[in-house]
């Protein structure tokens, strides 16, 4: 009886002990199986020792008590006292390694988020590389594509600019900050009366007309950067001045300090010109006002005057003292007429007759009348008068009193040099749909200082009693009346002499005509 359970507790500690190394080792394979899944986990490396451990504990246990059965069943316990302290041994070393593994898991598992946190950043730095990798061959592939567009813009901006450099009709240049003129257009060049090759000996020192104006220009390159529309006056290469409206901006470097400057300077002097034509223009209309107001005041006194002295001299023989001096009082009274009359004309009050009329046939006309006078005193005419010239519209008669009181003032520039030549010029221009008629003598020319005063009202160079003053100022009137234009060049071509250029439009149906 008591015999069968300790039979029955030996079977079931037998049983027990095949059934941990069974087991122990069912789990090791599935610890391997996941391990070798996944190597680079660290989980299932600690449960693959784990389960070592733990098989090796089942195999040392199961081993110990089938041997103690054995000796004890075969009557040698000795043996068992013997070798029970070494199994009892191994399996408190294979115990205290679990509990090792199982004390120390928490530190391994740190250790591995660390080294996982550390693996997942590589990889992100492996992905951004890859993606920059990915760009830079995309970047690479089409480098070239990019690198095309890129010259083509910039060559296109350079085209552009350089296009403007060169086509520009104002002067654009480049210096240093010595002054030194680096880089200029043509046109500069042409501005300034220099060849292309004096470019590197250039300096603006050179180009101002004004020490003063170049030191406003430096210290407002400095102060604030940039210049606009500074008017100035440039020398040219002959030593002449002319006016120039300057624009620039400094150029500065990395440091900020000035270094250059980049400028456009544009040619004033026809502006000036234009301006002193309009400003004598409203002169010219002022004083034509002042005029005609003048002769309507002056020509009923004038008129009554000249009714009288004629009555009363028919009460006087012509040789007696009475009738002399009513003859000189009527024949000075006659002039002021001429002289109201003149103002009347120059202030554009009386009234003309219109009609398309050749300028060539006016101008033979008045050659016909002055060439006898003309050759009295030695003073050849030469006719240049183009073929086929389109008609102009006006008054015959006025413009006749134009082209006369030209081509007497060119008698009397030439007739006290005994001779001269008289030139009358006309041709067709174009562009500008305009007839220009030419009167040019070889005279004395007409000194600057009073160049810009001929066409003033009883302005003259005559002496006193060889005429009024008014007979440009008229022929002034009468040109701008019909559309005209009236300008004196003197000397002619660098030489003595003056020549009148007139320019009429040409009439209405004949600019339609050429129009189309």
Request: hydrophobic letters at 40%; aromatic letters at 8%.
């Amino acid at each position: 009886m008591n015999a069968l359970p300790l039979s029955l507790s030996i079977v079931t500690d037998m049983a027990g002990s095949l059934l941990i190394i069974v087991f122990s080792f069912l789990a090791l394979r599935y610890a391997w199986l996941l391990l070798r899944k996944q190597p680079e986990n660290f989980l299932w490396g600690f449960l693959l020792y784990f389960c070592m451990t733990l098989a090796s504990f089942a195999i040392s246990r199961a081993i110990g008590h089938l041997v103690k059965h054995i000796l004890l069943f075969s009557g040698k316990p000795e043996i068992w006292q013997i070798l029970s302290p070494i199994s009892g041994g191994i399996n408190t070393l294979l115990m205290t390694s679990l509990g090792a593994v199982t004390i120390y898991y928490h530190k391994g598992i740190e250790g591995y988020l660390a080294i996982n946190k550390k693996a997942r950043s590589l990889k992100d730095a492996n992905d951004q590389l890859g993606i920059a990798a990915a760009q830079l061959q995309e970047m690479n592939l089409h480098l070239e594509e990019k690198v095309a567009d890129r010259t083509m813009e910039l060559s296109a901006s350079e085209k552009k600019f350089r296009n403007f450099f060169n086509n520009s009709k104002d002067m654009v240049f480049f210096s240093n900050s010595a002054n030194h003129l680096l880089t200029m257009n043509n046109a500069g060049f042409k501005m300034l009366g220099y060849h292309d090759d004096e470019s590197p000996s250039l300096n603006l020192v050179d180009v101002f007309n004004n020490e003063d104006e170049l030191e406003t220009y430096h210290n407002a390159l400095k102060s604030q950067g940039f210049i606009e529309d500074m008017e100035i006056e440039f020398t040219k290469a002959d030593g002449t001045s002319f006016p120039v409206l300057l624009s620039a901006t400094a150029v500065s470097d990395e440091k900020n300090q000035l270094v250059g400057c980049e400028g456009i300077a544009k040619d004033l002097t026809r502006v000036k010109t234009m301006m002193e034509q309009l400003v004598a223009s409203e002169k010219m209309a002022s004083v034509g006002q002042m005029a005609a107001g003048v002769a309507h005041e002056i020509n009923t006194p004038l008129g009554i005057i000249l009714g009288y002295a004629q009555l009363m001299r028919d009460d006087f023989t012509q040789e007696s003292e009475e009738g002399q001096n009513l003859s000189i009082i009527e024949r000075q009274a006659k002039a002021c007429r001429k002289i109201v009359a003149d103002l009347l004309k120059f202030s554009r009050q009386s009234e003309s007759a219109r009609k398309d009329l050749s300028i060539n046939e006016v101008l033979t006309d008045v050659i016909a009348v002055t060439q006898h006078s003309l050759n009295m005193d030695h003073i050849n005419v030469h006719e240049d008068l183009a073929d086929d010239l389109p008609p102009v519209i006006g008054d015959t008669e006025r413009l006749r009193q134009v082209f006369i009181n030209l081509v007497n003032n060119a008698h009397h520039a030439m007739e006290q040099q005994g001779s001269g030549e008289l030139t009358i010029i006309t041709r067709y221009l174009p562009d500008t749909h305009q007839v220009v008629a030419t009167v040019q003598d070889t005279g004395h020319g007409i000194p600057e200082k009073i160049r810009k005063r001929i066409f003033d009202p009883f302005f003259t160079t005559k002496p006193v009693g060889k005429g009024t003053g008014l007979g440009l100022s008229v022929s002034y009137g009468i040109i701008q009346d019909h559309g005209g234009q009236i300008e004196v060049e003197s000397p002619v071509a660098g030489d003595k002499g003056t020549a009148f250029h007139v320019k009429f439009p040409i009439s209405l149906v004949e600019a339609a005509s050429v129009r189309e």
